[in-house]
């Protein structure tokens, strides 16, 4: 059974950065996936960001390139997200997830995840 715990949200101004943590417990392997999704208010959960844990490909959504930067810390089992240049459009709860199903043309697809954390809230301001 593997286990996420997500933190390291919080309350910023626009402009402002965050690093949001993610550590996992429990059996992984070097070809999974670590992935980093969000959801705000009323709407559909969103892919940010995805990367693998050999080290191969990191994709991120349109809406975060160049402004969100995801790495890990293989040795501690933590994927780690840098969030700079942050706008009160980034305000969600966000979530970090693993799978042993993703590849490059379904890394975005929320389904493809089988181990959630419990979110964590960040809120920008203006």
């Known amino acids: 059974q593997v286990q996420l715990e997500d933190s390291g949200g919080g309350l910023v101004q626009a402009g402002g950065s965050l690093r949001l943590s993610c550590t996992s417990s429990?059996?992984?392997?070097?070809?999974?996936?670590m992935g980093w999704f969000r959801q705000a208010p009323g709407k559909e959960r969103e892919f940010v960001a995805a990367m693998w844990w050999s080290g191969g490909m990191t994709r991120y959504a349109d809406s975060v390139k160049g402004r969100f930067t995801m790495s890990s810390d293989n040795d501690k089992n933590t994927a780690f997200l840098q969030m700079n240049s942050l706008k009160p459009e980034d305000t969600a709860v966000y979530y970090c997830?693993?799978?042993?199903?993703?590849?490059?043309?379904?890394?975005?697809?929320?389904?493809?995840?089988?181990?959630w954390g419990q979110g964590t809230q960040v809120t920008v301001s203006s």
């Open positions: 429990g059996r992984t392997f070097s070809n999974w996936a």
């Open positions: 997830a693993a799978s042993g199903r993703i590849y490059s043309d379904n890394y975005y697809d929320v389904r493809r995840y089988d181990y």
